[in-house]
């Protein structure tokens, strides 16, 4: 089945740790976001992809990082340097960026992440 | 601005009861696009609906409904007959042309009880 995976689903990080979110989609879709959701309150766009090779800071980048070697992978680094990263985390993808194609597409979500530090 | 507000943080029904979810944008696009989440316990969220600014034809999915007015820029869901199963966290979300990302709301709860 085609689909977005989101691993872990829960995760634990000390203070001072960098952690790796991972994000994968069978989906062929070349354009793959990353969000924070904190309790209560809407999405919040941390980095996003629209190509291979090539990404984009979001709102609230500082304190994250992310590459995008493949199409199917945009794994999301939480580093040290981010204050506050207790949130649920979700990957989402889409077939295309407007601007690439003249149109939008939905986006689809992934199960998302838990982190939690300790 | 581009903004999306979702005035009801959360509502509760009685199962059965039919239930209007609001949502009122912002956007000096004139190409822009609509779109409805569910976010149940799980966390996944999961697509609903996509409209573009163009199409103000209002839309019927089984007991799901849209409602769709730009005259007072509003984007309204409403569920028929609701379920528990309906009980969730709903986001509206716009995507303007020019701005190449998505504006999500807060979010509305919503609580079916039996």
């Known amino acids: 089945d085609g689909g977005i995976t989101q691993s872990p689903k829960y995760l634990f990080r000390k203070e001072g740790q960098n952690v790796t979110l991972s994000c994968e989609q069978n989906l062929n879709h070349d354009a793959m976001y990353w969000y924070r959701q904190d309790p209560g309150q809407g999405l919040r766009l941390i980095y996003y992809?629209?190509?291979?090779?090539?990404?984009q800071k979001g709102d609230i980048a500082e304190g994250y990082s992310v590459s995008r070697e493949k199409k199917e992978s945009f794994p999301l680094t939480v580093t040290s340097a981010q204050k506050n990263p207790t949130a649920f985390y979700l990957c989402?993808?889409?077939?295309?960026?407007?601007?690439?194609?003249?149109?939008?597409?939905?986006?689809?979500f992934g199960p998302g992440t838990r982190l939690t530090v300790l | 601005a581009q903004k999306v507000t979702q005035a009801q943080t959360e509502i509760s029904v009685v199962e059965k009861e039919d239930v209007t979810l609001d949502c009122v944008y912002e956007?000096?696009?004139?190409?822009?696009?609509l779109f409805w989440y569910k976010q149940p316990p799980s966390g996944e969220l999961v697509f609903l609906i996509r409209?573009?600014?163009?199409?103000?034809q209002n839309e019927i999915s089984g007991r799901y409904s849209w409602n769709f007015q730009k005259s007072t820029s509003s984007f309204n869901f409403t569920i028929t007959a609701s379920q528990v199963v309906d009980s969730a966290v709903y986001f509206c979300a716009l995507y303007p042309y020019n701005f190449n990302k998505f504006y999500f709301g807060s979010g509305t709860k919503l609580n079916v009880k039996p």
């Open positions: 956007t000096r696009d004139t190409t822009y696009y």
């Open positions: 992809s629209q190509i291979v090779n090539d990404f």
């Open positions: 989402a993808s889409s077939i295309s960026t407007p601007l690439a194609f003249g149109g939008t597409d939905t986006q689809y």
């Open positions: 409209r573009n600014s163009f199409d103000e």
